[in-house]
Each structure stands twice: as C-alpha cells, then as structure tokens.
DNA sequence: TCGTTAATGCACTAACTGGTTACTTGTTAT
DNA sequence: ATAACAAGTAACCAGTTAGTGCATTAACGA
C-alpha cells in the first residue's frame, strides 16, 4: 500500500523506479489476480498457479509472501472488508439529514456491491468456510463496530427528529439494507431463470435501488 | 439402511423387498449423501470418493446412476428447487387474508432456510458457476411461474380489499422476503463476527424472523 | 568493491482427483 | 435351471494440485 520508495537517498533518478526487483509491485500484483480468481472459483476451485500467471509472478512468490493459499486468501479478505468499511466512513453522513443519510447509505451499498462483485463472491466464499480466515481478523472487528454505530447515529437523530420511529435495532437494519442489495445480486443467474427476466439490465438494476430505497424508508417510517 | 436376512428363498412374502440389491435405495443414498457433501463443500470442494463412501456405495455406481459429478449436481439442483416450489404451493395461501398469507408466506421462507440448510448453499454454489445447470431444467420454470403468480394474487386480493398499496411489484417482492431470509442465514458466519453477536441463538432467530414480517407487511402496506 | 539480504526462477513431488476398465454377483423372466 | 441383464466392486490411470528445495540474481549498505 506504500507508494514512495523506501530508499530517498537521493541516488534514484529516475521517479518512477524502473526496478527489476520490486517487492511491492509483486505483492500487489498477485493480491489483485488472486482477488478475482478467488472471486471467480472460490477458495476451493482457485488455482494457484492460475494466480501466479495472472499476476505474472513465480508461484514461489506466492509463499514467500503469503505462506499460503489460505493465507493469501485470508489477506485478500481482510483488505475487501477494510475497503468496503473505509469507503463507508468516507460518506460522512453525519451532515446530512436522517432520511437522506439513510438513502445515501443504501445508495451506496447498492453501487459498490456492483462495482466490486469480487466483494460480495469473497464473502460467500468465507460462509461457506465458516468465516475461519475471517475470525484471525483483529482489524475487521474495529471497522465493524465504528460502522454500526455510524448507523445507529442515524437512527438516533432520526428519532429525535420524529421522521424515524423510535426503537428501530441498527443491527437488523444493517443486516437488511445489505440484504435487499447483496441477494439481488449474489443470486442473479439463478434469478434471471426463476422470474425469467433479465435481473442486469440498466432499468431493472435502477428500478431495483429505487425499490430497496423505498422498502428501507417505509421501514423506519415513523 | 436395509436390515433383513436375504435368504428369503421361496416367493417373496414381504410386499417392502428385503433386496441385498435395491438400485432406488442406493440411488436414494447417493443424492442424499452427495446433497449434504455439495452443500458442505461447494461443487468444487465435493469429492467423489467422499460422496461414494457416505453413500455407502461404490463410485462407480455415481457414474452409472448419474454419467458426471456435474451430473449429479444438476439432479440435487433440480430436486432442491422442485422440493421448495412444492412445499409453498401446499401453504394453500389463498383461503387466508392477504395480511396472513403474506406473514404466512415469509414465516415459512424462513422456517424452510432454517430447516433446509443445504438449499441456501446449493443455490451459492450454482450462482458461483453462474446457473448453468439450472439453466438446463425445465421443471424449474413451471415451478417458478406458479409460485410468482401465487405471490401476485395476494399481492391483488390486498389492494383490492385496500389493505395494501397498488402497484408492488411481485417479483421484487418475492426477491426481498427471500433476501431478507436467505442472506441473514447464508452470511450468519461473517455476520457474527461484524455484529458481535450470536445471530443463530433462539431469541436472535425469533427477533429476526418477527422483524422480517414487520418489515415486508410495511412495504405492502396501503 | 564486496558481502549480505531479499527477490526470483526452475524443476520436482507426494498426495489427490474425477473418471474408467475389467470383472463378479444377484435377480428375474422364461 | 439358466440365459440375459442389472447391480455392484476393486484396482487402476492420467492429469492436477498445493507446496518445496535449491540455485541464481539484483539491490544496497558499508
């Protein structure tokens, strides 16, 4: 994640380093091609020597960096979770009125579960794993708990507010404004067969948000 | 699973045939054993030999039953959806009031999730391999046509009776009372983890369930 | 300039995996 | 009884798979 160089002892000419040794590069070149194969395969179907290739990296430096496959698999999982928490505190909803941060946040889960499908695929993955990698996490927890209490400021200036009824638990809330966006998703080509419709076009991806943004307003509705 | 002697010589007295050989038992017991092995593993992360062994059987008898391990996957894809569709078809939702059928309905999604584990993580693996398998089925489509239509009727009785608002979408519905289930379920492992909490405890289980109908009766609600 | 350390590459393996070959044995209609 | 067929078995195979041992090479501080 670092992006200077290390060494600023004033030898390097050139600002971009044309190294042909480069450890971060490496690093971060096998952690993006192991995300989408793990997000395409699953922990169980990925390959590692897939995702040496795509990373154009020697398999060697797969263990040399990551131990393993599931160790590999654990760090790209806890860096999804990081992404998705910090972008979330990056919405600074706090300025806005109650019902507009609400709608803002189910926005913007909706667009991000459709910008990072990997997000949604790693996370399955996990469940079926019984979040064992994700349990190691210290990380994530700390993440966790600044999210659902972001959540609960909402619906506590709500109901202050008399727009929110009072009461409303922000982690069943939490849980179906992910829901409503994430299943739509996850489940979208056995979907597609069971209510024959195209579930990925344009006006059934907005007339889904549209949909869910009500469904959480009507919710919370005082 | 069979227990009776074999040498039962002369005609055979007993109409339940005590067969030392029984190709529906042991088909039986091969989509049985393969069904928890899939739901355990993921299509990819199932074995054969693992498959074989709970079924007590022999492996070959896989391919001679069912050709491939793809094979066999489709026909556990396939009952998993028929045995659902059947089941909500026998709710008899239409002698109820709207307000009941549509709490009788989502008490019921929810009670089938939690009593038929493997579905929710069959339905993961398919969607993983993008529904080609159930692609292929043609079963499952009349299912799925009957079931949407059932949904629809409720949805008209209601706004007819004016106690729900026109104009729902029933397809969009039937996807949230399904998400807001399947996905509490489905992520229970993670979810625990973000939330702190123990989500599959008795009263956490009864609290979602109750805040699920709240909150598919307010989406309806006139 | 040189020695140490980190990055990289190649070739290898031991265990598996889905699938098959070749065979034996039970069941049933005649 | 027995021929014909279905049910069942064990051993095996060819291709993969995650993971390693070891030699090589670049970077960099002294």
Redesign the pocket.
Known sequence: MESA???A?EK?PAPTRP?????E??KARILDAAKREFAKNGLGG????VIAEKAR?????I??YFE???GLFQTILENAYVDIRTAEQKLNLDHLAPKEALERLVRFTWDYYLKNPEFITLVNSENLHRAKHLKKSEVVKVYSRKFVSMVATILDRGAAAGVFRPGVDPVQLNITIAAIGYYYLTNRFTGAIVFERDLMAKDALEERLRFNIDTILRLVAA
């Open positions: 160089e290390k060494g002892t390097p190294r042909t040794r480069d450890a590069a490496t990925a390959r590692v020597d990296a020697n398999k060697r430096m263990y040399h393993s496959k599931e």
